[in-house]
């Protein structure tokens, strides 16, 4: 089910000191299985110090660029971003998953979009501005960026590119917590700056759709402005890059044993496990090829459909009340709750 392939990268360009943008060579034969949406993301599978490590990058090329380009920001105490930004270099391999993600932007007729982006949460959304800029000469993209410093800002040199090439039709705010700068605004993204965008600079533009990208407190923050300012829910699309590392609460609750069946690749796989522990995590100890990446609710890779029992998510980021209701549930964030469950990989 995980379906890896071995892509070359074709480059690796510098995007700031601590930021690194690849681009992978996409064979022929695979290049209709790697074809993409705006918005996006990767899994990319790759062995550092004996670990086997998987990481899920939003791609940030455009479809129709004919290129498939991820950005990595070098993190804190980091593993693959840290090598992939001090190690990798043209020419090596890496395994990469088929592209997957809910956080899509299809073009269909002229738009007004705004997107809120922080750091590396600017990689889908470079996706989205380029789909939608080159797709309908009447759409307009408006970008609030937030970064500490020009420096540090991915995709700084491509932004002013497409400020230049869209001069009536792209605009972007940027936001700078370290760092005085003409034209930006100083500090972080937060409910004034969102006030400042549609109330002020872009007050009579309607706006059909809005993108945000970023750590979990500013997506809160930025939506809950938006729908202050009577925005629609179903018009705020957003993606999480990181999330709060709070407790499992439910695990702590939970007693009992669950016996587990799992559909995957047309086979059934059977086990008993805690109902303290995720689903996931058990799969994947009993050596179940179940397709994951960041194991923290903040993709949508291990999505399975329950079809028989009952499952709670610590977490949920990602899947809306009616697809719950349908019986997908995010294994990796999910707990059994009845003495049986089965769940299934393929039917989803």
Do not use: W
């Not at 690849?22 to 074809?35: D, G, H, M, N, R």
């Not at 899920?56 to 950005?71: D, F, L, W």
């Not at 970064?147 to 972007?172: A, C, D, G, W």
């Amino acid at each position: 089910m995980s379906d890896f392939h071995a892509l070359k990268l074709a480059s690796v360009d510098k995007l700031t000191p601590n930021a690194v943008a690849l681009t992978f060579e996409i064979p022929e034969q695979l290049k209709s299985a790697y074809a993409f949406k705006a918005g996006q993301y990767i899994t990319i599978k790759h062995t550092v110090g004996g670990q086997e490590l998987r990481r899920a990058y939003s791609i940030s090329s455009s479809p129709s660029s004919g290129k498939m380009t991820v950005g990595i920001k070098k993190m804190p105490g980091g593993t693959f971003s840290v090598f992939a930004n001090e190690k990798l270099k043209a020419g090596d391999t890496l395994e990469v998953m088929l592209p997957d993600g809910r956080f899509l932007f299809e073009p269909n007729g002229p738009k007004n979009i705004a997107a809120f982006a922080a750091g590396s949460g600017i990689t889908p959304i470079m996706s989205i501005a380029q789909t939608l800029l080159g797709s309908d000469p009447a759409s307009l993209f408006v970008l609030v960026f937030g970064n500490q410093s020009p420096e540090e800002t991915m995709y700084f040199k491509e932004i002013q590119e497409l400020k230049n090439k869209y001069t009536n039709r792209f605009f972007v705010q940027y936001v700078y917590s370290r760092s005085h700068e003409d034209d930006a605004l100083f500090g972080r993204i937060e409910k004034s700056t969102v006030n400042f965008v549609l109330k002020n600079k872009f007050k009579e533009t309607s706006f059909d759709g809005f993108y945000l990208c970023g750590p979990e407190d500013m997506i809160h923050l930025v939506s809950d402005t938006l729908k202050g300012n009577g925005i629609a829910e179903d018009k705020i699309h957003f993606e999480l890059f990181t999330s709060d590392d709070s407790e499992d609460t439910l695990a702590e609750v939970l007693e009992g044993m669950t016996k587990v069946e799992v559909v995957l690749d047309d086979e059934t796989f059977s086990f008993i496990m805690d109902r303290k522990h995720r689903v996931l995590d058990v799969v994947l100890k009993e050596d179940i090829d179940a397709p994951y990446s960041c194991q923290g609710g903040v993709c949508s890779s291990c999505i399975a459909r329950i079809k028989e029992g009952k499952a709670e998510m610590a977490k949920n980021q990602i899947l809306t009340d009616s697809e719950i209701a349908e019986g997908l549930i995010l294994t990796c964030q999910a707990h059994p709750l009845t003495p049986t469950l089965k769940v299934d990989y393929d039917d989803v």
